[in-house]
């Protein structure tokens, strides 16, 4: 929300928490707008609240063009996330025209009023930083390598040899613009480079000359339109061994380096070291930033829920902005004085080199840069010379060329079906056209081709479109890869208008048909995000399949959304990497794949999703796990070494800073639950757990018993079965997990040469424990014992085993990899146990956190025991009631009277003596043993039945559609088998309740029989 000059932002997860920021200007431009006749965006009332571009130009350019009038520099940045709105506001869209093209207009708009005695000039440079290379988008020769920034002492930084185009009209800008606009989408198509990772400067000089008072006034207007803020951080910020090797990001951070020194500046603190040098932007704006200029920041946010962060973090970084304080000083020179300067300086330096002698290293070092500085002095010189008007003849007959190649584009597409490309950044997208003439037309790299296509993953001759009785279609070469409407083509495929094409690895077009089939406009639905959707899809990748529908009212899980749409951006990353990968001969396969898809976490609910990037050496068969950080890393790094591949230049790297390389690791390959509620029962549990993947596939299954039992590890029979976990409170509890096998590895199918180990962590152990490695072994022989004992049982362990499971996970090791650390000394007692549920071993921060979200839970659960043992009383004083009556009747029976007990309290004080003694087993004899016996059959059947019900919640179906039959049989027979399962046991629980029933009428009646018999 904004109001005049105030920001607030509300937490989406906490709607009370709101942050207020206050600047000099802010803007909403949302909601409450309608488009004019002339498709500019206006507001819909005067209490819309919307500001259109007008208005920004109104409250800043105006502002700026003063500036420039008045001789002072100024500067005009946009910041903010990807899709914020930075080019919108920047360059603008269509009618919308941004500020640029504004403050153009507007510049000569005013000088066609000119004095006579006054000469306006003008020049326009346009450039791009990518990965701290400069590229000069007006000019038609790319250095490889890009242009260099040098420093002077007149001019401070520069960019030496780009392009500055004398103007004297906006419509010499705009096009200028284009042209700019569409050399900026050939690199980016042609390298996959999506350019809103890279920074746009645009700056236009503009020189007042006074031609009686041989005054001149110059003004350097810059205009930035930043890379995506967040890309900042989307990389090298996680533990990437090469987190370090990227510079792509290096001129956004050291921009909020910068900023930040300068802010402390302004507050009054210490700074040593403002760090302008460190990369090429900053060197760049150093004096718009921190010395001569009126800089404005413009911070563009986004106000989506799933942007809170992002945008908050744009408010800070904008909050720390408005702190710094420039001292711009108008900029005047006497012209002649210049000149006169200039030919001063280059006399002195020829003096100095003639004084130089004519030996040694530093001597000729020395030379080379004092010649240096002479040319360029001397150049300068020249062009202050030449005179202004012979520049502008020059630049106009460019433009007149670069104007009539525009329009025959723009006749052309009156005519002929076309293809227009289609870029992550919209400003990039419909900028380059392909049209399809009549007959046949071959696409590739090659120049012989009709239209030549550069791009990753696209052959010398990739594909041809025909043109023949008003029909469009496309045939993909042999193994070329096409695309259409995310649907990979082979064969000759017709083309309807608005037909999404793909060629290569990621090169999207849009295929506009002929003239009269254009009904419908919608092109703007069709961005890259609709393409990467349709792909996914036709993988059958959805947000429903990634869970996002959840039951409050079919309403999407904001995290889910975050996660598919990462998926999304990622899909085009991961095509161009494995097609980097190729052409390099690296020989890696990378697939897209979401961690915890259908994982749980202890307590049953879902994990956190993230998209990871699995990775696979073809030919070794290793495997590499890789987080979105480091694959987004990794694709900078890739992309490095690529362009050097693509300007021939040596490409070899060492092994430890290649980015196609890691060292191998062993792999997390899937977990099972293991319910430990049995535990709290003092009963054996013996499960055959699936090892499920992240999508919910078996990856083999685990034998695992987790058996109580005593202190020197007897195991606890039937009979130690405690009916209330409560009465554990405070005792020992001795338990010992036995992981015995594991079957059918997948792992091991798919190379016999690998192993595995298995990890779990129990309760509050501060480490994970591992089983010791297995190698070549698809049914690996683990055996292992490990005996854990809880030696005064707390609430919150004892709650803990009732509701958590065990998570058993398996790790796959590959050949050379480190195997995990499976040795448990530290943690074994004298006693040859490891203990558990240790006060110690927590930390106080966990404590505290425990101690304040559990009050809530704990309040309920103490009323939810309070009417639990009232019920149980009310069992107990029946059977007590019962039990003098049995005694009594018993009494009649003579001896045998130690078997008086009833089983009920047999239980309770086994579970209390079970620590010292040995157990006994009395034999049953009476309808209480039986009682006592019916549940918990009841509840062992139960387990089991839950057991099956969480496979089944867990099981994924499979993507092939010939594969859903087998899926959907398997899991009606698991949903049989639960169903007789449950049957089963309720019959069984029915018919026990009914035979103790029955024998107990039966004691009852003897009991009467003898009464009255023997009274
Ligand atoms: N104020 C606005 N009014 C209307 N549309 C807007 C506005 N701001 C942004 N948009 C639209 O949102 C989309 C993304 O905006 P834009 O291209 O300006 O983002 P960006 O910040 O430059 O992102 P990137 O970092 O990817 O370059 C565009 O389609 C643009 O038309
Ligand atoms: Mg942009």
Known sequence: MQSGTTTTIHDPKNPEHIKTFTFDLAYWSHSGFQRDKDGVLIPTGSDSGFAGQRDIFRDLGQGVLDSAWQGYNATLLAYGQTGSGKSYSMIGYGADKGMI????????????????????????????????????????????????????????????????????????????????????????TSMNTTSSRSHMVITIQFKQIFLDGELTKQSTINLVDLAGSERQKSSGSEGDRLREGSRVNLSLTTLGNVISALADVAMGKRVLHIPYRDSVLTRLLQSALGGNSKTIMIAAISPADICYEETLSTLRYAERTKKIKNKAVINTSPTEKLIKELKAENNRLLCRLAGLGNSGKTVADKTKELEYLLAKNQLRLQTIQITWERQLEEARQEWEEQ???????????????????????????????????????????????????????????????????????????????????????????????????????????????????????????????????????????????????????????????????????????????????????????????????????????????EVIVKVTNRETQEVWMWSKAKFINRKYLMEEIYQHFLDGEDIHVAQEDDPFWDPVEAIHLGSAHVWLQSLAYCMKLEEQAELLNSEGLEEAVVLINIIPCSGTGEAYGEDDVVIDPSELLGKRIDFQIQIIQCLGIKWLKEDARRGIQIGYKVYDLPITLYTKPVWKNVNAKIEETVHF????????????????????????????????????????????????DNMKTLTAQEANQATSNQMAELYLKLLKLEQETELLRNINRALREENVLLKDSLKGCGPGQDHKLSSASRITAQAVSRRNTPPTYPPRTSCDADFAKAPKVFYQSMNIVRGQFLKLRHNRPPEDDHMLRPFTQRQSHLLKDIGELLEASLWKLKNDVALIVKKKRESLVLTKYRGSSFP
Not at 136 to 141: A, E, V, Y
Not at 478 to 505: A, Y
Not at 824 to 836: A, F, H, S, Y
């Open 101 to 188: 093209p504004n403050v153009c207009e507007e510049l000569f708009k005013a000088t066609e009023n000119r004095e006579k005695n006054q000469q306006y000039q003008v020049t326009f440079s346009m450039l791009e930083i990518y990965n701290e290379q400069v590229r000069d988008l007006l000019s038609k020769i790319q250095k490889p390598g890009g242009l260099k920034v040098r420093e002077d002492q007149h001019q401070g930084f520069y960019v030496d040899g780009l392009t500055y185009v004398p103007c004297d009209s906006y419509a010499q800008i705009e096009r200028l613009m284009e042209q700019g606009i569409k050399a900026r989408t050939t690199a980016a």
């Open 403 to 609: 104007y009539s190649a525009a329009m025959q584009e723009r006749q052309m597409t009156k005519t002929f079906p076309y293809l227009f490309n289609v870029n992550e950044d919209p400003q990039l997208t419909g900028v380059l056209k392909h049209f399809i003439q009549s007959g046949s037309s071959d696409v590739g790299q090659a120049t012989s081709n009709k239209i030549v296509l550069q791009g990753l993953g696209i052959s010398d001759k990739h594909a041809t479109f025909t043109n023949m009785d008003g029909e469009v279609t496309v045939t993909p070469q042999k193994k070329c890869r096409v695309v259409v409407n995310g649907v990979p083509t082979v064969t000759e495929t017709k083309l309807q208008h608005l037909d999404r094409v793909i060629l290569g690895s990621n090169s999207a077009y849009l295929y506009v048909g002929f003239p009269s089939e254009r009904s419908s406009n919608d092109w703007v639905r069709f961005d890259y995000d609709f393409f990467q959707s349709e792909l996914a899809a036709a993988e059958g990748v959805s947000i429903d399949k990634f869970g996002a529908i959840n039951n409050k009212g079919g309403k999407v899980d904001p995290s889910v959304l975050a996660v598919f749409q990462d998926y999304i951006k990622l899909i085009p990353l991961v095509a161009e990497a494995n097609q980097m990968s190729e052409e390099l001969m690296k020989g890696l396969k990378l697939e897209l794949k979401v961690k915890n898809l259908a994982s749980a976490d202890s307590t049953g609910y879902d994990l956190q999703k």
């Open 789 to 836: 004992v809880a030696l005064n049982a707390s609430h919150k362990f004892l709650n803990y085993l009732q509701k958590n499971a065990l998570i058993v996970d398996l790790w796959g090791l590959q050949e050379g990899c480190a195997e995990l650390n499976c040795t448990k000394k530290d943690l074994i007692t004298w006693e040859g146990n490891i203990l558990v």
